[in-house]
């Protein structure tokens, strides 16, 4: 399957957790203080994806055109630009960072911030633990919304601040693909 495959997957997956669970809200707009990380694995590609609220990351949701508020948003994409700030996974895996991405997006009265983040892992499916430290880089975000598309399992978690890990353990699994 695909990795295009996959995230058409995870979007429906998300579609239906939101549905379910929360009132329906227009793509348009974002709830202060709950952000979104994506996990989708691709043989021994892990790739992870951040939305987050622009209010959560620099404190304000207006386009930057002051020097000051320039300058929170340069900081940010540089706490961002380094996925240690975010997520580690743990080192039984052998997670090795391939590319990565961050950026602020402008829409209207709202701004968010994206930041991706591809590895290569050696031995996927020893993969157990995420360690989150998404929270200790960002105070003002209060829940993370986790969805998780593994090949050998698919999962939805929401974490509060005081959460520190997730466990994935059963999520991974490497084929060798001839």
Known sequence: MNILLKISILILL??????AHSKKKSLD???HGVSTLNIV???????FE???PGNDIVGFEYEAKQESDIEKVENAINILSDYKNLISPSGSAECKIESYSANVINEGKHSEFIS???FNCNKISKLKIIYIKYFKSFE???????????EKKKSVYVIEKSKKLINVKNH???KVRI
């Open 14 to 19: 998300i579609s239906s957790f939101g549905n």
């Open 29 to 31: 707009t974002h709830i």
């Open 41 to 47: 694995q691709e043989g021994n590609t892990l790739l």
């Open 50 to 52: 951040f939305e987050m």
């Open 116 to 118: 991706s983040y591809k």
């Open 140 to 150: 003002n975000g209060k829940k993370l919304n986790i969805k998780i598309l593994g």
């Open 172 to 174: 991974f699994r490497y």
